[in-house]
């Protein structure tokens, strides 16, 4: 039978609508990422589970790191699992020797050591999901989140920090950062058809555009997002 383990994106405590990110809506049967975490185990069966790997910074939450808190979400949370519909379908057939395997299977997830980015939490992931001798892993994150999650998966592997014989892929949640929906997030790739005529224009953009994560300052950032505002007013094709 093949392992797999599955890696939970969490949220910094601080994040706008944590518990709507993390837990959906019940009422508009909206999965959130611990309530996903449990549709996945549902429809996979906790015995195909090997690992469940949340990650942490050192983030506090009620006197707990921020994965440590959020573990103890879903353990204080489990009872309420039967209101999102999808969930309440499998549980229903439950036994009750079922449902405590259950919950004993999110007692037993690991959190990471302290990481800093997401970047640290997929290699610390990888490097316990090798211990555990894990062929495959589904990350599991907020839909606004899950590209840039593609994005350092390929670039944890590139540089070697994942286990070539570890398959990796993303599922995401029903829920995006507040007041935004999957199209927000923007996905910009290097130019690569040989018909356009940017492919050997550089800098890229994605190259000029990398600083405005970490190299300038707030003030300067709201500076840029104003210049592009009014350039792009200026210059987009209206047609």
């Known amino acids: 039978m093949t392992k ?31 309530t996903k975490l449990v549709e996945l185990i549902l429809h996979k069966s906790s015995e195909q589970i090997a690992a469940i790997v949340m990650g942490t910074t050192s983030a506090t939450r009620d006197g707990l790191l921020e994965g440590e808190y959020t573990k ?19 549980l229903d057939t439950f036994t009750d020797a079922q449902v405590a395997d259950l919950r004993k299977l999110f007692q037993g997830i ?9 970047m640290e939490e997929i290699q610390a ?47 995401v949640s029903d829920m995006c950062f507040q007041d935004t929906v999957p ?13 356009d005529p940017l492919v050997h224009f550089r800098p890229t953009l994605p190259k000029a555009l990398k600083p405005f994560y970490y190299e300038l300052t707030i003030d300067d950032k709201k500076k ?8 792009m007013n200026t210059h987009k094709n209206t047609k």
């Open 4 to 34: 797999f383990g599955v890696l939970v994106h969490v949220r910094h405590p601080q994040t706008i609508d944590w518990e709507k990110l993390v837990w959906g809506v019940p009422g508009e049967d909206r999965l959130g990422d611990l």
């Open 72 to 90: 103890q979400y879903l353990l204080d949370h489990f009872h309420e699992l039967g209101r999102h519909a999808r969930l309440k379908k499998y």
């Open 110 to 118: 690991v959190v990471t050591p302290v990481i800093k980015n997401t």
């Open 125 to 171: 992931a990888a490097q316990i999901f090798k211990q555990e001798e894990v062929r495959e892993v589904i990350q599991i994150t907020a839909a606004s989140h899950g590209p840039r999650c593609i994005q350092l998966q390929a670039t944890v592997r590139a540089e070697g920090h994942i286990p070539k014989n570890q398959m990796w892929s993303v599922m």
């Open 183 to 195: 199209n927000d997030t923007m996905i910009m790739e290097v130019p690569h058809r040989g018909d």
């Open 224 to 231: 840029f997002i104003l210049l592009v505002d009014e350039f």
